[in-house]
């Protein structure tokens, strides 16, 4: 049961580079959603998708885009990396109206690092 | 704005019970979260209160007063695993999760 998979696990990058982070979740969850976590700051929210084929902004979507071209795929995308991308990524998914309305799962995290 | 507030770091003995608290100003509630997430971890699913009171699970319990906008999160006999950030979240009138930055709690022998 693989639940949230990311993909890689960890990157460097030099700035001005460009990457995508790949998430896939099996749990067949209509909602799912990209986070950043920095030291001493709360998870924050930079898109999410509510279903195959639609995007949206979260708090922090300056820098980045995304696509959720399948409903189990989910892509996250630096087109020009800065130092101030350095983070580390979370994936996760929810279903709405579940037991626990709104509980995430997430992935193992992509650690990023932009020289 | 939206805010979440929780210490920023606690340290409790082994086999003692600890008490994380989480206050909160939201635009709407529709339920509290706590996860746990250790160093280098995903955060995972610990509880979620939607009214008030106490909700236990074993060694974890959380308690919820919506009126205060306070919640918090009791761990009984400690154990050195429990060494983990805890992270308390708010669903808002939109179901988004507004993160707090988390509890990191020390165990000590």
């Known amino acids: 049961n693989a639940g949230v998979t990311q993909t890689p696990k960890f990157r460097v990058l030099k700035t001005g580079q460009s990457m995508t982070l790949l998430c896939a979740q099996d749990m067949n969850h209509e909602y799912m959603y990209w986070y950043r976590q920095d030291p001493g700051m709360g998870l924050r929210l930079i898109h999410y998708s509510v279903g195959e084929g639609t995007t949206a902004k979260g708090e922090v979507p300056d820098g980045y885009n995304v696509s959720r071209l399948k409903k189990q795929n989910f892509l996250l995308g630096l087109e020009s990396a800065a130092p101030s991308q350095t983070s580390v990524y979370f994936c996760?998914?929810?279903?709405?109206?579940?037991?626990?309305?709104?509980?995430?799962?997430f992935g193992e995290g992509s650690r990023l690092t932009v020289l | 704005g939206q805010n979440i507030d929780q210490p920023t770091e606690m340290t409790a003995t082994e086999g003692a019970i600890v008490q994380i608290n989480c206050t909160y100003q939201t635009s709407g509630f529709n339920g509290l979260f706590w996860y746990q997430q250790h160093a280098g971890e995903a955060p995972t699913f610990l509880s979620y209160n939607v009214l008030d009171g106490l909700e236990e699970k074993g060694r974890f319990s959380s308690f919820l007063s919506r009126s205060k906008g306070y919640s918090y999160l009791l761990l009984k006999e400690l154990q050195m695993k429990d060494s983990a950030s805890y992270l308390c979240a708010v669903s808002d009138s939109n179901y988004q999760l507004i993160w707090g930055a988390g509890t990191k709690l020390i165990i000590k022998p």
């Open positions: 996760a998914s929810s279903s709405p109206g579940g037991a626990h309305s709104g509980e995430l799962f």
